[in-house]
């Protein structure tokens, strides 16, 4: 599925919500159903520090793609984590870069990105394009 | 006197609003407070007919705005009960008050080998410039211990004070647990020693009465932020002796008696502290606020304030997995807490949703989570515009914020 096929089905989910309490009731249970990250992983150099919630984002490739594995110490945060995840991860660079994530805003929680001190989520997104371009540009080599 | 809080709430326009949807519940006081009309309608008037800059200009404005801000300088001697008003010196705030000690005092007075102490519970505006300090003077930063009530432990204050402890800087009131710390006492104990005391009093003064002659402080800091008044400006408190002693903080107009390019002479006192043209028009706000902190008298406002944080106390006390982060006897404006098993950070967002305004994390006091062991608190802090049914819906939503992240 490519990023925006992803994002068009997590709007159409989401439009299902008449109430915010049930919109968070699901970010809440995205981020427990995010697959366990694993515990050596926590490292600084994974580390992305927000001022109150922590991520910590693990970047792999294969086969010209790449895949990310994530975390958060705070649940609603690990929530939206777990939805970049669904798009970004398993999508080429190129389409990784080029990804403006508009579905965030549509679905209601721009809030938590323009947060840029007190949750990771903004940096984490950096992060992914960051090892995107980086990946990118070492295959161009 | 009972205060007539529905009455004192119609005074502050920025309590009368709904987020998201609900009426704003607003609990975030101890980061800043609102500001009543009033403070709002004497900066514009400020604005509007009286500005001018100040000490210099031989014409009609001019005059009416010296006499303004020099008159605000006496209604802040006045409220600190300070001995005279050119100890009264305009920072843009606590934070600057602090580093403006901890750069003149230290560069006079700190050589290398001296010892500045601070305690644990110190916000980082109360840390990072004795650091900074202490760096530039090869000094020694030490730490008052604090128990897991949340309270200094003073037994270990006399053995900390040496004859190296040239400072000793101490928060009045905590910003993130409420604890009220016995500051006489601690001025007493350092005097001994012969160490001077600065007193961060940020989270104070909205809540209680400050002398700083009875005190017998050297230096107290506040903001007027947190006092109902405008943002950027605050008061240093310092003994005369001190203030003369000390070299000017900034180089600018307004601080200098003579220039050339040869030889400078320094402004007297406060003037010789505030370099370039000052923030009148929120000197003016600041002044405003404490004459509406006096008109409702600052022992009315403890009373109600103590009334409510019991209430909130024994409330959130029933709360299920709810753990108080600081425990202290004497507490005022500030109840920090956690739940076991949620961020604080979800909490917060929660309530956010339910239009209840906390500050959640470290609250600027890293130090004090690390020692807790935990990465920040729910931090519920009270104006005087508070009451039981906020408190009361704030009990409900976090019963909601358990339910959803259990």
Redesign the interface.
């Known amino acids: 599925m490519t990023i925006q096929e992803q994002e068009k089905n997590i709007i159409a989910e989401f439009e299902l919500f008449d109430d915010w309490m049930d919109k968070y009731n699901y970010i809440i249970e995205l981020g427990k159903s995010l697959p366990p990250f694993d515990p050596e992983l926590k490292q600084d150099k994974y580390l992305i520090k927000g001022c109150q919630a922590h991520v910590w984002l693990y970047p792999t490739h294969q086969n010209g793609k790449v895949f990310f594995t994530a975390d958060s110490d705070a649940m609603i945060t690990k929530g939206i984590v777990a939805l970049l995840i669904r798009v970004l991860s398993g999508q080429p660079p190129v389409e990784i870069i080029k990804s403006n994530l508009d579905f965030i805003q549509q679905i209601g929680l721009r809030d938590h990105l323009s947060q840029t001190r007190s949750n990771g989520l903004s940096n984490m997104i950096k992060q992914m394009k960051l090892y995107a371009i980086a990946l990118e540009s070492s295959h161009k080599k | 006197m009972l205060l007539n809080i529905e009455q004192i709430r119609t005074d502050f326009p920025a309590l009368h609003q709904h987020v998201?949807g609900r009426k704003l519940i607003y609990f975030d006081n101890a980061a800043t407070t609102q500001k009543p009309q009033a403070v709002i309608n004497r900066i514009s008037e400020y604005y509007s007919h009286e500005n001018s800059n100040i000490h210099r200009g031989a014409h009609y404005l001019s005059h009416k705005a010296t006499e303004a801000y020099e008159q605000a300088r006496k209604t802040l001697q006045q409220f600190l009960n300070a001995p005279d008003d050119r100890q009264i010196i305009f920072t843009r705030g606590t934070t600057e008050s602090i580093n403006l000690v901890a750069s003149s005092f230290c560069k006079k007075f700190v050589k290398p080998g001296d010892e500045i102490l601070i305690s644990a519970m110190e916000h980082h505006s109360n840390i990072v410039p004795w650091q900074i300090a202490c760096q530039d003077h090869q000094a020694e930063l030490k730490v008052i211990p604090m128990n897991d009530k949340g309270e200094l432990e003073l037994e270990h204050l006399s053995t900390l004070l040496t004859s190296k402890t040239k400072l000793l800087a101490v928060t009045h009131v905590s910003n993130a647990l409420g604890t009220i710390n016995p500051i006489k006492e601690i001025i007493t104990i350092a005097h001994k020693n012969g160490t001077p005391v600065l007193i961060d009093g940020a989270q104070a003064t909205s809540h209680l009465a400050v002398d700083v002659q009875d005190l017998d402080c050297d230096f107290y800091c506040m903001s007027a932020h947190k006092l109902y008044g405008p943002m950027g400006v605050g008061v240093l408190y310092g003994k005369e002796s001190w203030l003369e002693a000390m070299p000017p903080y900034q180089g600018g107009g307004e601080m200098i008696k003579d220039v050339s390019f040869t030889k400078t002479s320094y402004n007297d006192l406060p003037f010789k502290f505030e370099a370039g043209t000052p923030n009148v028009g929120d000197v003016l706000g600041m002044e405003e606020a404490v004459k509406y902190i006096n008109h409702l008298g600052i022992k009315n406002i403890a009373a109600h304030e103590t009334e409510l944080m019991d209430y909130a106390l024994s409330k959130l006390g029933s709360v299920d997995t709810l753990r108080f982060i600081g425990t202290p006897n004497e507490r005022t404006g500030v109840i920090s807490f956690s739940f076991n098993d949620?961020?604080?950070?979800?909490t917060?967002?929660?309530l956010d949703?339910l239009g209840i305004a906390v500050r959640?994390?470290?609250h600027c006091a890293q130090p004090v989570m690390d020692f807790f062991g935990i990465?920040?608190t729910v931090r519920v802090s009270f104006g005087f515009y508070n009451t039981r049914e906020e408190v009361d819906q704030l009990i409900e939503a976090l019963e909601?914020v358990r339910i959803?992240?259990s």
């Open positions: 998201n949620i961020h604080p950070y979800d917060g967002i929660i949703k959640t994390g470290h990465p920040g909601k959803m992240f």
